[in-house]
């Protein structure tokens, strides 16, 4: 190449690196070099520590509280409890689900480890002494932990507030402990297909409770200035407007005195959605004191009070003819939802997306009701790194397909193929009300069963079979299929709210004259890369350097007000507002090239990183050039300066995929599971930076890997939670995680403005059955239909005792 020849297009384009581009992500200076800023990493002077006196009953009265041993103690500012909050109207809060909670306990506790007193300390440590000297009196009540049991007619009544109380936030309740019934689809039609059915599969499907349990816990600092009457609340929020809207309801301060920050956070997976005791606590009480009040919760609270994820009885049954075309589909679901109705979904659906259970099947007709329950557990129902139920969904279908193949004696990759949603049959319409964008089913599967060599592998595990009915093994191999279709980026506007607030998403942009640029979106990363990924979407927009391009997030002083991140949302809402906002700007910007180039503004076609003129591509101006011009150039009838924001509402939810694939050898003796290999293709439509991707498979796997194989919350049955620290409570480590084989296809969303879906939920949402169904798969031959998940070593043992196969 001549050294004067002009890069090319292609050079220039990869120079920006933009869309596509495996960009380093440029968060990881910071963190590596031990620069993040976490909640707990903030210090102010002056600053005070908050802690929790927490029942030790799952259900009891509270007949007396006495603070004064804990006020005695030096260094112990205050001690709040529900009184010292009932004259402000503080000692209950509203509940993202339409329910309320207590924030201290009032008369009475409704599960362990609630929240009782507040007590306000000089340090940390101190605050934890004072707790041990809060003496409270407590009068205990009947426990019921089992949702099936609380709604027996004789049983114990949990919400005495509620009492007489016949409708709820969702329609009618039926019985004391009954939240709602949420009905989908058509009944009638579907008990009709399923009573004439050639075959019909019946079983209880349970997604046993679990918690996201991110690495940080949640915390605050709450800083009330009383000269400029402005309220700071910094902390781990995955929704920085929505906790400020909230709070400026809940407390009567004036929305634009309360600044929201989100710093950095340490992984939120849903948990640092709702609005807990400790944020209204820390605020009260920096209110009283008039000191900044920092509250951080240490593992077990995390584990026993924020919200756990899951806990959903699904009974199903699924009809297909012989040849195995599915013709029905019907779910009742018992969702646990523990003291207070604490979901975080959007209004209109209060068990989420759960009716996206008919999964990537084109099935005619189904029915889906979910009864949501009072149970003495902690509140919560969040969406563990998906979008508002939809992974138990698919791991219902998933699980029904694969029972239904037992019993129609199919092989299950072929039962999935003949009932897979074709292609031509998007956008599609199911039975239960959604409208799937795009996908391409059949083209992913085939390249998935190719990828692992399926037949090979079914090959090897009959042969391994036989090695073990000869006694030349106790391993089995178990192959675990799952094709899952998500559903992310709540909005629309029309069809998605929390708590009023519509699910549209927001992203500003500031072009500085020298060509670099701030944005500014309502999302905040959690880990995702944010700051990586939406550069990198501006920079394939506007033409400038990913590099040069800064994005913001979590600060309600500056970011235009969004919904937050959770879902996979911010992809397909703040994404996509991301793109539309730079396309306000390079329509500015092809207004002032052309008036640079005296031509028409239609004369000019933007390329890459400039406007050149049509049919003379050396007359050009880059974007830089236009940049300064925007800054320099008085131009008739234009303004100065070079801006733009978007606030984006979505038309649609966007429908990712994938086919997953695991093989696990497992030790019929010890119940122990090896990971022989796991395989994950992912469409998620246009790819933004397949690093970056990849990143999310892996994570997203291994919570799924955890979920599957042993991440539980356990309660006895007088209400003790039994798995309140790590030692408990499963959390992979490199040991358990194995190598994952990622691989992808692309089908862009057809309505999104770079054709993106969300990742980042994926995994999660197709792992959890891939896992499970591997574990069924080894032991079908033995007559196993289905187990409860974790399928942790004892219970893989226990599987095998009950089958016979320890001799
Ligand atoms: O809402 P959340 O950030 O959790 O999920 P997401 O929208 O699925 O994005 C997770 C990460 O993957 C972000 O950094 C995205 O920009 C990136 N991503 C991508 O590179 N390409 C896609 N098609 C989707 C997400």
């Known amino acids: 190449m001549n050294e004067m020849t002009p890069p090319s297009s292609e050079e220039r384009a990869k120079s920006l690196k933009g869309l596509g581009s495996a960009r380093k992500r440029v968060e990881d200076v910071r963190f590596t070099q031990g620069k993040g800023n976490y909640v707990d990493d903030i210090h102010m002077d002056g600053m005070l520590f908050g802690d929790f006196v927490r029942s030790p009953y799952a259900h009891a009265r509270v007949t007396s509280v006495d603070k004064s041993a804990a006020l005695a103690l030096p260094g112990v500012v205050a001690v709040l409890t529900a009184e010292d909050l009932e004259p402000l109207g503080l000692h209950w809060m509203p509940t993202l689900a339409g329910d309320k909670q207590m924030v201290l306990a009032d008369g009475k506790v409704l599960f362990q480890g609630q929240e009782v007193a507040f007590v306000v300390a000089e340090d940390r440590y101190i605050a934890a002494d004072a707790v041990e000297l809060v003496e409270v009196d407590y009068e205990d009540l009947p426990v019921v932990v089992d949702p099936f049991k609380a709604q027996e007619p004789d049983a114990p009544v949990l919400r005495e507030d509620l009492a007489g109380q016949t409708e709820g936030a969702h329609g009618p309740r039926r019985h004391h402990n009954h939240i709602f019934t949420w009905e989908q689809g058509d009944r009638e039609a579907t008990e009709a297909v399923i009573s004439e059915a050639d075959v019909v599969a019946e079983e209880m499907i349970y997604y046993h409770r679990t918690h996201p349990c991110p690495l940080e816990t949640c915390g605050c600092v709450a800083s009330m200035d009383k000269v400029t009457g402005k309220l700071t609340l910094q902390g781990t929020f995955q929704a920085p407007h929505a906790v400020r809207t909230i709070a400026s309801l809940i407390s009567g301060i004036a929305e634009h005195n309360i600044?929201?920050?989100?710093?950095?956070i340490g992984g939120g997976f849903g948990n640092k959605v709702g609005v807990y005791p400790g944020y209204v606590c820390s605020i009260v009480a920096s209110i009283v004191t008039g000191r900044p009040v920092k509250w951080v919760e240490d593992r077990m609270d995390n584990l026993m009070s924020t919200a756990f994820a899951r806990d959903y009885w699904m009974q199903g049954r699924i009809a297909a003819t012989k040849e195995g075309k599915i013709t029905g589909l019907w779910c009742h679901t018992t969702a646990d939802h523990g003291a207070f109705d604490a979901c975080a979904d959007p209004t209109k659906f209060p068990a989420g997306f759960m009716n996206i259970c008919t999964g990537s099947y084109d099935i005619p007709v189904a029915y889906?009701?979910?009864?949501?329950?009072?149970?003495?557990k902690a509140p919560g129902g969040v969406a563990y790194r998906c979008s508002f139920r939809v992974t138990e969904a698919a791991y219902f279908i998933e699980r029904m397909i694969e029972i239904l193949a037992l019993k129609l004696g199919m092989d299950s990759a072929e039962l999935?193929?003949?009932?897979?949603?074709?292609k031509e049959q998007f956008p599609y319409h199911s039975a239960l009300g959604w409208e799937y964008d795009s996908g391409d089913y059949h083209t992913a599967w085939?390249?998935?069963?190719?990828?692992?060599?399926?037949?090979?592998?079914?090959s090897e595990q009959s042969e391994r079979l036989e090695a073990f009915k000869r006694g030349e093994t106790r391993k089995l191999l178990g192959i675990g299929l799952t094709f899952f279709t998500e559903i992310v980026g709540a909005g629309p506007v029309k069809n998605c709210d929390i708590l009023g607030l519509g699910m549209f998403d927001s992203c500003e942009i500031r072009i500085h004259p020298t060509g670099s640029a701030i944005a500014r979106l309502g999302t905040i990363s959690q880990g995702q890369g944010h700051a990586t990924t939406f550069a990198q979407i501006l920079a394939s927009e506007i033409g400038l350097p990913a590099d040069d391009i800064t994005i913001e997030e979590g600060d309600t002083d500056t970011a235009p007000y969004g919904l937050g991140t959770y879902g996979s949302r911010s992809t397909p809402v703040a994404g996509a507002a991301t793109a539309m906002a730079g396309r306000k700007i390079r329509a500015k910007a092809q207004m002032i090239a052309a008036y640079l180039l005296e031509v028409h503004d239609d004369d000019v076609a933007f390329d890459v990183d400039?406007?050149?003129?049509?049919?003379?591509?050396?007359?050009?101006?880059?974007?830089?050039?236009?940049?300064?011009?925007?800054y320099n150039q008085a131009i008739p009838g234009l303004e100065p300066g070079l801006e733009a924001v978007s606030y984006y509402d979505p038309p649609n939810m966007t429908y990712p995929f994938g086919a997953y694939i695991s093989v696990l050898d497992i030790d019929v003796d010890t119940g122990v599971i090896d990971i022989r290999q796991f395989y994950a293709l992912d469409d998620c439509g246009t790819r933004i930076n397949p690093m970056i991707i990849d990143g999310q498979i892996h994570g997203g796997v291994t919570e799924a890997l955890a979920i599957a194989l042993g991440q539980e919350i356990v309660y006895d049955e007088m209400g003790n939670m039994m798995t309140g620290t790590l030692m408990d409570f499963f959390i992979p480590t490199s040991w358990e995680t194995p190598n994952y084989v990622t691989d992808f296809t692309v089908t862009p969303s057809p309505h999104h403005p770079i054709g993106a879906k969300g990742v980042g939920e994926s995994p999660n949402v197709g792992g959890v059955p891939c896992f499970s169904n591997a574990v069924h798969?080894?032991?079908?031959?033995?007559?196993?239909?289905?187990?409860?998940?974790?399928h942790d070593h004892w219970r893989v043992w226990r599987t095998a005792k009950e089958l016979g196969l320890h001799g």
Request: charged content about 30%; overall charge positive; cysteine-free.
């Open 259 to 264: 600044r929201v920050i989100s710093p950095d």
């Open 368 to 376: 889906l009701a979910v009864d949501g329950v009072y149970t003495n």
């Open 416 to 422: 999935r193929r003949i009932n897979f949603i074709k």
């Open 446 to 458: 085939d390249k998935a069963l190719a990828a692992v060599d399926y037949d090979r592998l079914r």
């Open 610 to 630: 400039r406007f050149a003129v049509k049919g003379a591509p050396d007359r050009f101006k880059t974007m830089k050039e236009i940049a300064f011009a925007a």
């Open 777 to 790: 798969d080894a032991f079908k031959s033995f007559g196993l239909t289905q187990t409860h998940m974790p």
